[in-house]
């Protein structure tokens, strides 16, 4: 259960304080909108731990009791609380319960980044794993039937695809793709749709092809005969992870994977931000 599900469920039971990140200078253990719920007896979500959590616990958790208290306030990272990031961190507190619990979802829902990974192999299962987690919305094309878990990963999207290209156009805009197919033949298919439509709409941000450094001459070969010229192919990524990790154990992959996709949210361009919000809030359109 994500930490959103489990503050909108525990305040069923019991009112809690928010403590949000509402702004920062320097260096800070998290960023503005990062958030932790108090409760009498227990606790959602992080602001960064250590001293300063601590004594938020301690401010929010006097809130609770009844206690007036400031709606902001300033804490310096610096020898005061054991700490010695440098920066400054202003937290927000605000007593909430059930009645909020939609004002909440719509304010405190992550930003997710659609993402489509074909291949329902080891790699895949892994990577859906890794995924799920994160600030993605994941959707999960494969075009055999009964490769997918049952259930599968919370907020992951399972569709069958046959042939497994034709996926490619009913993409969200902004899609970050992976293809890791069973079969190369299918692979190399769902490049050249790909391709395609960075042709003709050019909103995939990223497009990453499991396999060697031959496996993708071959298929540039191959994708030239298509009528693909090089500046199409450089928008493919292959191998793709974060170079330096050497490992071929699928968690391994997985987590290099995800780490390369993390390093592209950087830097996305404001559209494609706005176009993660909408998906926060809709997370699977139609």
Same mark, same amino acid.
């Given at each position: 259960?994500?930490?959103?599900?489990? +503050?909108? /469920?525990?305040?069923?039971?019991?009112?809690?304080?928010?403590?949000?990140?509402?702004?920062?200078?320097?260096?800070?253990?998290?960023?503005?909108?990062?958030?932790?719920?108090?409760?009498?007896?227990?606790?959602?979500?992080?602001? =960064?731990?250590?001293?300063? /959590?601590?004594?938020?616990?301690?401010?929010?958790?006097?809130?609770?009791?009844?206690?007036?208290?400031?709606?902001?306030?300033?804490?310096?990272?610096?020898?005061?609380?054991?700490?010695?990031?440098?920066?400054?961190?202003?937290?927000?507190?605000?007593?909430?319960?059930?009645?909020?619990?939609?004002?909440?979802?719509?304010?405190?829902?992550?930003?997710?980044?659609?993402?489509? +990974? @074909?291949? =329902?192999?080891?790699?895949?299962?892994?990577?859906?794993?890794?995924?799920?987690?994160?600030?993605?919305?994941?959707?999960?094309?494969?075009?055999?039937?009964?490769? @997918?878990?049952?259930?599968?990963?919370?907020?992951?999207?399972?569709?069958?695809?046959?042939?497994?290209?034709?996926?490619?156009?009913?993409?969200?805009?902004?899609?970050?793709?992976?293809?890791?197919?069973?079969?190369?033949? /299918?692979?190399?298919?769902?490049?050249?749709?790909?391709?395609?439509? %960075?042709?003709?709409?050019?909103?995939?941000? @990223?497009?990453?092809?499991?396999?060697?450094?031959?496996?993708?001459?071959? @298929?540039?070969?191959?994708?030239?005969?298509?009528?693909?010229?090089?500046?199409? +192919?450089?928008?493919?990524?292959?191998?793709?992870?974060?170079?330096?990790?050497?490992?071929?154990?699928?968690?391994?992959?997985?987590?290099?994977?995800?780490? %390369?996709?993390?390093?592209?949210?950087?830097?996305?361009?404001?559209? /494609?931000?706005? %176009?993660?919000?909408?998906?926060?809030?809709?997370?699977?359109?139609?």
């Amino acid at each position: 259960m994500t930490d959103l599900l489990l +503050l909108l /469920e525990s305040l069923k039971a019991a009112p809690a304080c928010l403590v949000t990140v509402e702004s920062t200078q320097g260096s800070a253990p998290r960023e503005v909108g990062a958030w932790m719920a108090v409760f009498a007896n227990s606790l959602v979500g992080t602001i =960064g731990g250590g001293h300063i /959590e601590h004594q938020a616990i301690a401010q929010a958790r006097l809130r609770l009791s009844g206690l007036a208290g400031a709606p902001r306030q300033r804490y310096a990272l610096g020898p005061a609380l054991g700490q010695c990031c440098g920066g400054v961190m202003h937290l927000g507190f605000e007593l909430v319960g059930a009645q909020h619990a939609q004002s909440l979802q719509q304010r405190l829902a992550p930003a997710l980044y659609p993402v489509a +990974l @074909f291949g =329902g192999g080891h790699v895949g299962h892994a990577l859906a794993r890794v995924l799920a987690p994160l600030p993605f919305a994941l959707t999960w094309i494969d075009s055999r039937d009964g490769v @997918f878990p049952d259930p599968a990963p919370e907020g992951v999207r399972c569709e069958h695809s046959e042939p497994v290209q034709l996926a490619v156009p009913r993409l969200a805009p902004g899609s970050r793709v992976l293809i890791m197919s069973f079969s190369h033949a /299918e692979d190399l298919d769902v490049v050249a749709a790909c391709l395609r439509r %960075q042709r003709e709409q050019g909103d995939l941000p @990223f497009i990453g092809l499991i396999g060697s450094k031959t496996k993708w001459a071959t @298929f540039a070969n191959r994708l030239q005969g298509r009528g693909f010229m090089p500046h199409d +192919l450089a928008q493919v990524t292959c191998p793709i992870g974060v170079p330096g990790i050497h490992g071929k154990a699928p968690e391994v992959i997985a987590v290099a994977v995800a780490a %390369q996709l993390l390093q592209t949210l950087y830097a996305a361009p404001a559209l /494609e931000k706005l %176009q993660a919000s909408v998906t926060a809030m809709h997370p699977h359109p139609g």
